[in-house]
């Protein structure tokens, strides 16, 4: 039985090979693509590559796409492993019926259709009746073999034109329409395109499925679209995707920009990995499909405001969809700019420096965001806050959600609240809490032991507070069995959500620490009654004045801190271990001037 080609696309755009070899062979990155030890025949030496759309062996030659692997793997038929995978996809298999084996060969009809009315769009652009669309693409910077290489071409002045032109080769009206060339009106049907440069588009495999049009000089809109019919789908049809493909596969970035001569002007300059959506938004289905060529593409729209809210509105968008081995990358460009004329003025060195420079998603989200907030009154920084909550609690991922949202709050508070930063990082220059009288007394140890345990409780019933003193707090030392509780403290106010006990206390009990909770808080029942009916105000001066007790001896920090610079030079790419080493070296030098002020 033969199967509509483009059942097949769907079920190989709903399956990327890589998604389902991972299943039974052990991936792992090597640059662009992934790589494993082939499963069809014995290596210890990994020579088996999965790229977007197909694996290939370097030691035996094994070769094919996901329907192919199926079939090797599981012993099946064609027929058996697409409707295995269909059923994996959420797919119906076509049945074998007149009308489908009819639709089918109607849609390879149109391919055939499309492809005749590409070579008669290239004749007449190129011909006498074109001379002004071709010196139109020349003046905006184009050379002739790129011209050629896109087969960009010219409508014509439409009146039937390209109908009478196919009509010799058998090509019909009717079928014209069909393929979104022409459109009905009252006087018939009439040419789609007319005094417009027209730029083919492509399918991933290179298949012609539809046409685009720019007018040259006057006239609105400015860009016309083909209609969606059984070849096009605006919602899964990205414009330059069958070139970028191999370029990505040789190592340009893969590039998301705006329209059709961005696309065609960074080619030129040497981006081959550049592709557009075709007159519609950022989908899903665009994600998807260019997370199978890359994982991290790069949104680069235009700098004008609307550009720049389309880029956000992308980002947002995959948010949803992010993991530790998918994101975005973004390129926010000067506001006069987009990247064909950016190009144009800087050269490409000038892209490649701006490429170079593209933002990391958080980031970007954080500024894209950030350029929305009207003034900063305190409604206005609380609605960017919880803007930006919102952004992180929108990636299902947890872990990924957790790290987004410690991203974007650093960001937040290194602008609106510098000095909570500050004390957080522990950098140099940041005023240490000050004694309010003389040096206490030295106490027993037990006696920091308890205070220790206090400053935890109070942390417990107040957990709004822990992001303003947990810095401070980390210098404080906690009995073993207690440490958990500081370290799961810290992964509760990473998280996006609300900071209050009762959602603290069901954190911990989640990690099986709320035994440990509950004894720390019947310690501060006994011994604490200020909790009972306190405000946050009054517990936090009472934690401040638990820590101002607290004995830090010279001759701890000393040894702290050559504990510190051991595990850093250990392993000097770790940020924690640098930031652990700079606290205490900030501490010890503390207590030297606390004691030589003394």
């Not at 006087?187 to 495999?205: A, K, L, N, T």
């Not at 990247?339 to 490649?352: E, Q, T």
């Not at 937040?412 to 990082?425: G, L, T, V, Y």
Request: hydrophobic content about 45%; aromatic content about 8%; proline content about 7%.
């Amino acid at each position: 039985m033969a199967l509509p080609a483009n059942f097949l696309e769907e079920l190989r755009a709903r399956l990327p090979v890589a998604a389902v070899i991972g299943r039974t062979v052990k991936l792992s990155r090597s640059g662009r693509e992934r790589k494993g030890c082939c499963p069809f025949h014995g290596e210890k030496t990994p020579s088996f590559y999965v790229y977007d759309d197909h694996y290939h062996c370097f030691g035996c030659g094994a070769h094919g796409d996901v329907i192919t692997f199926t079939m090797k793997t599981g012993g099946l038929s064609f027929m058996e492993a697409v409707q295995d995978l269909a059923a994996q996809a959420g797919l119906e298999v076509p049945k074998p019926t007149p009308q489908a084996a009819a639709a089918e060969a109607r849609r390879a009809s149109l391919a055939e259709v499309l492809e005749a009315a590409c070579r008669e769009y290239q004749l007449w652009l190129w011909g006498q009746e074109g001379r002004a669309a071709l010196a139109y693409l020349r003046g905006r910077g184009l050379q002739d073999e790129t011209i050629r290489r896109f087969q960009l071409g010219w409508s014509g002045e439409g009146r039937g034109a390209l109908a009478a032109a196919l009509a010799g080769r058998g090509v019909s009206a009717a079928q014209l329409a069909e393929a979104g060339l022409m459109k009905a009106s009252e006087r018939g049907p009439v040419d789609m395109f007319f005094s417009r440069v027209m730029f083919p588009i492509r399918d991933r495999r290179g298949g012609l499925i539809s046409f685009g049009g720019r007018i040259i000089g006057e006239g609105q809109p400015k860009y016309v679209n083909g209609p969606e019919t059984a070849l096009f789908a605006k919602r899964r049809a990205l414009y330059g995707l069958s070139l970028a493909r191999g370029a990505v596969r040789q190592g340009a970035a893969l590039i998301v920009a705006e329209g059709y001569m961005d696309v065609i002007a960074l080619a030129q300059a040497g981006f081959g990995g550049a592709v557009a959506p075709l007159g519609t938004a950022l989908t899903e289905e665009h994600l998807e499909t260019l997370w199978q060529i890359s994982p991290e593409p790069v949104i680069c729209f235009d700098g004008d405001a609307a550009g720049q809210r389309a880029a956000l509105r992308a980002a947002e968008l995959a948010l949803a969809h992010l993991t530790p081995e998918r994101s975005l990358k973004v390129l926010r460009l000067p506001p006069q700019d987009d990247p064909d004329s950016l190009i144009r003025r800087g050269g490409p060195a000038g892209f490649a420096a701006a490429l170079a420079a593209a933002e990391p998603l958080a980031a970007a989200l954080y500024a894209l965001a950030r350029a929305e907030m009207a003034g900063r009154t305190p409604e206005g920084i609380a609605r960017f806050k919880d803007r930006l909550s919102a952004l992180a609690r929108a990636i299902p991922h947890k872990s990924l959600a957790t790290e987004y949202w410690t991203a974007l709050k650093t960001r937040f508070e290194a602008e609106f609240h510098p000095e909570w930063a500050r004390r957080r990082m522990a950098g140099p220059g940041v005023a240490a809490p000050r004694r309010t009288g003389p040096p206490p007394p030295p106490e027993p140890g037990a006696a920091d032991l308890r205070r220790a345990r206090l400053m935890l409780a109070i942390l417990l019933e107040f957990p709004a507070l822990i992001p303003e003193l947990e810095e401070a707090f980390s210098h404080v030392r906690l009995p073993p069995e207690d440490e958990p509780l500081r370290a799961a403290m810290h992964e509760f106010i990473a998280a996006p959500h609300g900071l209050d006990s009762g959602a603290l206390l069901a954190h911990l009990g989640g990690l099986g620490l709320d035994g440990r909770a509950a004894a720390i808080r019947a310690l501060a029942q006994r011994e604490l009654r200020l909790l009972q009916g306190a405000s946050p105000a009054e517990a936090a001066r009472s934690w401040w004045s638990f820590y101002e007790l607290m004995e830090f001896g010279v001759g701890m920090l000393r040894a702290e801190c050559a504990e510190a610079e051991a595990a850093w030079l250990a392993n000097p790419d770790d940020r924690a271990a640098c930031d652990r080493l700079l606290r205490y070296r900030l501490l010890l030098t503390r207590a030297i001037a606390n004691d030589a002020g003394a």
